[in-house]
């Protein structure tokens, strides 16, 4: 751990701002907008190359039914996740928030802001509360071509900046602003370390993602789980199916037990994970992702404690368990449960209690200096679809599977 006193008053300033999020490691992604209407993934504008002037005659039909956005928050709620970050524009250019820089938004087509309802939302069920916002724009005149002619550059980054600064100064306190896809210009072009200053101006405590072409607070792994170096804060989003946004015929959804594995890496790793949801145009959620995050939700309720805060996990290694840590304590997550006796080979720290959550009934051990051997465990899965041992550790628990390989004895004795 790096003493804060040689930290620059940065890293001391993020240090500050990025302790809930930290803590939090879990969030939700929300992708809604125009395509939901169409309900083939949210590229459908350029993947099928429908004319501007056709795509628009959407907003038409996109008329949410009252307040979805609570159904949404009480979801994220109940899954365990502690923040949310929705799609305030996406690539297709339409706002969901109130601007006057166009008319192609929410307020000015179906009457309503439907960023400040989905604000209250979160809000109102006690989460953090994040924007996404697209660089790259499919509608507006000047998203392509700015990257060849210099007045159009101009204005679009007006419009941009212009945009970023209405939601940054329009709905309160901003914990998350989420850039993406920076298209076609680069962060210079773009402008986006004056973009910053203004955002962080505007809210001193908010937390800025890196696709904006600059680093800022953490890093995106996308559809993968990938720690960053030491130091560096990260998020894996990922889908539930393989669609961001509502693609009413993508069945190829994860099994809650692959999103808890997920979500175990992500913690044991130091990083966050953000789990999207793609809701129907009327706002609704698909049946499917209700029903996997009801299923997260009630594991996080017995074990959301192996999770929030966990710190970087040195122990990685075994073939039907992954882990955790806090402290000195060791969550053993097993997914596979093999069954009465086994054991995590190359743990290098000195066990001093097993407990098998969430109860905490102690569980019979031995240990040598290669591997623990827990006994007398339940001969099929205590709990599903994870279920998890609380190792108590001397010091902070380590792994050398290295160990285990070079010195373990070539003989036949038995140990
Ligand atoms: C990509 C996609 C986009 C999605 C995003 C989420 O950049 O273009 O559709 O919103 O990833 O990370």
Redesign the pocket.
Known sequence: MVEEKNLTLEEQDRIRRMKWWHEARFGM?I?WGLYSVIGRH??AMEMEAIPVARYEQLTKQFSPKPFPAREWAKLAKRAGMKYMVM?TK??EGFCLFDTHYTDYCAPKTCGRDLVAEYVKAARSEGLRVGF?Y?LMDWHHPDGARCAEDEAARKRFVNYIHGQVRELCTNYGKLDILWY??NWPLSAEGWESAKMNRMVRELQPDIIINNRSGVPEDFS?P?QHITAESAGRAWEA?MTMNES??YHQADDAWKTPKQIIRNLITCARDGGNYLL?IGPKADGSVPEESVRILNTVGKWMDKYGETIYAAEPCDVKRSVFANFTRKGTTLYVHVHFWPGEEWAIGGLRTGVKSVRLLPRGEPVEFEQNEFRVRFKGLPAEAPDEPVSVLALECESVPTQDMMFVRKNMPRNSQLR
């Open positions: 992604f992708h949210e590229w799609t996406h690539h996404y697209s993406d896809v995106t996308e989003c961001w946004g999207n």
